[in-house]
């Protein structure tokens, strides 16, 4: 039976992977014969509103849970579901649906309803300080959010606000976990357990298995320093020095990448690239790696190597210990360790009977986890459970 649902997301000022999660999850509801509406906002409005009226819509925006609310009795909906509510949209979503008897669904993308800054990362290292706080003044006293301790006040005063009216335990019917890892750290949190399901992001449309015959490794990602990006170029300092490595992306590093590549001619450095130019030399890499040292939520390029079938070499932490099976689809080093990371890509370079074996892997797990069909049945099955407890509630009330 099909599913009448209204997408909410906020986006970011740059594009980035739960923009392209949003866009996924519609597109494929709509291929699967679902009627699919949309109510966005975008972070160029946060310049034109000010500080102050930004500031108090992160905790609860009016315009909102009218605009929702008026949605949602034009049109009959089965479910919201909310992908990303910050900062414009706010909580009030939740509440506009509740108040119309209407399933909310909540995805999980990053660590914002445990962690101010989101990232659970702070000081080039893995932060746990705010998780389970009622109150995250650790993150206030740090300025995680943008280096700012308004700016963090203003988004712990979300958390608090919302802590307080119970909306996280009692205003969403289901929310989407990426991984085993991240539903057990938002549980740990407080999320009630029976309302959290483990659902992945999904590729689509399939990119294709690539040769692989390029005889280089690839990093795809930002360039800042919980991506690992330093100890990714010091383990080209060591044992990896002779193994060519492309890097494609930008951000606050890429002085340091730029230098690394003017100094060594096994570096290259791509900058930015398309994401067909990106997928193109995901096809040709004999290995992708993947530094990253915070949880992630699920990167979609860790996906993108299983469609194309690239073993990956990844630290050991977060999501891509979900994602990547040592022995299997590829290697796991200990986070941060740049000669273990040297040392695992050079041991994987040298077998490359194991590196096709681990991408034949790399591309089953993809068609059986990351694909369109598996990914929209765990989707329509998650929305049908929401809609069902909203429908217990509703009669309950």
């Known amino acids: 039976m ?29 291929e699967g014969g679902d009627t699919v509406d949309v109510y966005e906002e975008d972070n160029r409005r946060v310049t034109a509103l000010g500080k102050v009226r930004s500031a108090a ?117 289901a929310y989407i976990a990426l991984t085993e890892f991240g539903r057990a750290k938002f549980v740990a949190a407080g999320l009630p357990a029976d309302r959290v399901e483990v659902r992945p992001n999904c590729v689509h449309p399939d990119p294709g298995v690539g040769s692989h015959e390029g005889k280089f490794v690839l990093y795809v990602g930002r360039l800042s320093e919980e991506k690992g990006i330093r100890v990714l170029l010091d383990a080209w300092k060591g044992p990896a020095r002779n193994i060519p490595l492309k890097i494609i992306g930008d951000g606050p590093l890429a002085d340091l990448v730029a230098a690394a590549a003017k100094a060594s001619p096994e570096i290259t450095w791509l900058g930015g690239r398309s994401r067909e130019d990106t997928l193109g030399n995901m096809k040709d890499a ?60 050079v041991e994987l370079w040298s077998r490359v009977e194991d590196r096709r074996r681990m991408g034949s892997a790399a591309r089953r797990a993809f068609e059986e986890r990351y694909a369109a069909e598996p990914c929209y049945e765990s989707l329509i099955r998650i929305y049908r459970t929401a809609i069902e407890r909203a429908r217990r509630e509703s009669a309950a009330a």
């Open 2 to 30: 099909a599913v009448t649902v209204l997408m909410v997301h906020n986006r970011y000022l740059q594009r980035g992977g739960e923009d392209v999660a949003f866009e996924t999850d519609c597109r494929l509801l709509r």
């Open 57 to 173: 819509r992160t905790v609860w925006s009016a315009e909102t849970y009218r605009s929702i609310r008026a949605r949602l009795r034009q049109t009959r909906y089965d479910c919201v579901h909310v992908h990303n509510f910050f900062p414009l949209v706010s909580p009030a979503v939740y509440h506009a649906a509740r108040a119309e008897g209407v399933a909310v669904i909540q995805s999980l993308h990053n660590y914002r309803l445990l962690c101010p800054k989101a990232t659970l990362f702070r000081d080039s290292r893995v932060c746990e300080d705010c998780a389970g706080r009622f109150v995250p003044w650790p993150a206030v006293v740090h300025s995680c959010y943008r280096g700012s301790a308004a700016a963090t006040l203003a988004v712990s005063a979300m958390i608090v606000a919302h802590r307080a009216l119970r909306t996280w335990r009692s205003a969403v019917h």
């Open 286 to 345: 004999s290995i992708l790696v993947f530094p990253s040292q915070c949880y992630e939520g699920l990167p979609t390029v860790l996906l993108e190597a299983c469609a194309t079938g690239i073993p990956v070499v990844a630290a050991d932490l977060g999501a891509a210990a979900d994602v990547v099976r040592p022995g299997e689809t590829g290697s796991l080093f200990r986070a941060g360790d740049a000669n273990d990371l040297a040392k695992c890509v």
